[in-house]
């Protein structure tokens, strides 16, 4: 790792208040790029909800009134919750369809203007193991986040002729704010997984935002299209 490897970029991360999307913003300015931080609480510079129809035209906006211009994308927010597809409630699924997708498509929308022009600009999306599987009791999260999967990939062909790259990171069991009610309420969910992970531990938020500005670099020029496991080796025993 070389300091200052990312000086000159302009970035906006989205869920920015804490756990992945926290450490992503802290990770990018540590390597030496301007981040406009976005969440809908907690001490970040736009606070909104994305969701909202011009929340995100208005969080490009104000990103590239502060830095002058914008080339990095990284939307972090997102929302997870155990629910039993039996009883599952409609309101709840097209929630975390609008968090997860399409404030993400959104927001790419928004930027994409900025990032074409830049000639090199950068998308890396939030997915999931779950982008590739899926997991019990998580449906409407399993569906969001292989539909952002998808929309990268699509991304990445769109406006790979610009030089723009778009890479989806894919998590697998992290310990942040949004996954420890799980992990508290069900030990033994936290258990398995730290035993399914051949590296025997769960996932930390730095562990994404490390390979996060990675992909943000000019290290990854040529990485595009396509999302990449970050899961201790989990998935290899699927």
């Known amino acids: ?48 909800d994305l969701t909202e129809a011009d929340a995100n035209a208005r969080l490009v906006a104000a990103a590239i009134e502060r830095m002058g211009g914008l080339d990095t994308v990284v939307p972090c927010a997102g929302i997870s919750a155990f629910h039993p597809l039996e009883g599952h409630d409609d309101a709840y699924f097209q929630r975390v369809l609008d968090v997860n997708l399409v404030a993400v498509f959104r927001l790419v929308r928004e930027a994409t203007p900025h990032l074409k022009a830049h000639g090199a600009g950068r998308i ?17 999260y399993s569906a969001s986040k292989h539909a952002v999967l998808g929309f990268t990939k699509s991304v990445a062909a ?4 610009f030089g723009v790259t ?8 992290i310990d942040t704010p ?4 799980a992990f508290d309420q069900m030990p033994e969910y936290r258990t398995f997984w730290e035993g399914k992970a051949p590296l025997r531990r769960l ?32 998935m290899v025993r699927h």
Do not use: N
């Open 178 to 181: 949004m996954t420890a009610p």
């Open 124 to 140: 890396v999306t939030i997915g999931s193991t779950t982008s590739t599987y899926g997991d019990e009791g998580l449906c409407a």
């Open 203 to 234: 996932g930390q938020a730095g562990d994404i935002a490390d390979v996060v500005a990675f992909l943000c670099s000019e290290d990854a020029r040529f990485v595009s299209g396509h999302g990449l496991w970050v899961d201790g080796g989990a």
């Open 158 to 161: 769109e406006l790979g002729p």
């Open 1 to 48: 790792m070389s300091a200052g490897r990312l000086a000159g970029r302009r970035a906006i991360v989205t869920g920015a208040g804490s756990g992945i999307g926290a450490a992503v913003a802290a990770r990018l300015a540590a390597d030496g790029a301007q981040v406009f931080t976005a969440d809908i609480q907690g001490e970040v510079d736009f606070i909104a």
């Open 166 to 173: 778009a890479t989806c990171v894919q998590p697998g069991a």
